[in-house]
T-cell receptor, first 115, second 112 residues
C-alpha cells in the first residue's frame, strides 16, 4: 500500500524567508514518482515539481526545490524567498510503478506568508 | 496548454437529488480521475478511467458512479445526493504512464 504523510497542518513564514514543507512516504515499489502541488484559495491544483525515485539529483524549479532523501523516504519541498502569493495549501503526492496512473495524496499543509 | 474544465464551480443540491458533475479535457488524455477533497483528509480517489467506456473504482466509490462515453468527457454521478457528499470535487487527467496530472478548478458541492 502507498501512503503519504504530511505532519504540518499549518505553517507560517516571513516574506522573503525560506520554508520547508515536510513529506514522508511509504511504498514497496522500487520505482515511483513524487510530486508537489499548490492549491490557492481559488481551488485549482497547480503542479510545482517532480522527483523520480531513480533521479540522483534533487529536483529544482525556480524557487522550488525538493529535498529528496530516499533512505529516509522523505521528499520535503523547500520554497526560497517566500512571496505573499505563495500562501496556499500544498500537497505532496506519489505514484508508484504498480499503482498505474493513480496518485496518492497527503493531507496537505496550509502555508501563510506574513508580510 | 492542456485544459481540464469542470462545468460548475459551485453547486447546491437537495438531499435525494441525482447530481451530475461534468469534466472535459481538450488534449486527448487517456486517463481521467475524480477525487473529493475534505479538510484534514486530503484528496481521495472516487473513480478513474483509462479509456472510453472503461471505469475503475478508487478508494471511496460508494454512493457514486461514473460515465465515460467519449474520451474527452468523464462524468461523476451522485445517484441520490446526501449531506455527507458535501465536498470539493476535483477532476484530473493525464496522458499515460509517467505523466503527471492536470487538474480542473474544482466544484464545491453543497448538499442541503
Amino acid at each position: 500500500a502507498q501512503k503519504i504523510t504530511q505532519t504540518q497542518p499549518g505553517m507560517f513564514v516571513q516574506e522573503k524567508e525560506a520554508v520547508t514543507l515536510d513529506c514522508t512516504y511509504d511504498t514497496s515499489d522500487q520505482s515511483y514518482g513524487l510530486f508537489w502541488y499548490k492549491q490557492p484559495s481559488s481551488g485549482e491544483m497547480i503542479f510545482l515539481i517532480y522527483q523520480g525515485s531513480y533521479d540522483e539529483q534533487n529536483a529544482t524549479e525556480g524557487r522550488y526545490s525538493l529535498n529528496f532523501q530516499k533512505a529516509r523516504k522523505s521528499a520535503n519541498l523547500v520554497i526560497s524567498a517566500s512571496q505573499l502569493g505563495d500562501s496556499a495549501m500544498y500537497f505532496c503526492a506519489m505514484r508508484g510503478a504498480n499503482t498505474g496512473n493513480q496518485f496518492y495524496f497527503g493531507t496537505g499543509t496550509s502555508l501563510t506568508v506574513i508580510p | 496548454d492542456v485544459k481540464v474544465t469542470q462545468s460548475s464551480r459551485y453547486l447546491v443540491k437537495r438531499t435525494g437529488e441525482k447530481v451530475f458533475l461534468e469534466c472535459v479535457q481538450d488534449m486527448d488524455h487517456e486517463n481521467m480521475f475524480w477525487y473529493r477533497q475534505d479538510p484534514g483528509l486530503g484528496l481521495r480517489l472516487i473513480y478513474f478511467s483509462y479509456d472510453v467506456k472503461m471505469k475503475e473504482k478508487g478508494d471511496i466509490p460508494e454512493g457514486y458512479s461514473v460515465s465515460r462515453e467519449k474520451k474527452e468527457r468523464f462524468s461523476l454521478i451522485l445517484e441520490s445526493a446526501s449531506t455527507n457528499q458535501t465536498s470539493m470535487y476535483l477532476c484530473a487527467s493525464s496522458f499515460g504512464d509517467g505523466y503527471g496530472y492536470t487538474f480542473g478548478s474544482g466544484t464545491r458541492l453543497t448538499v442541503v
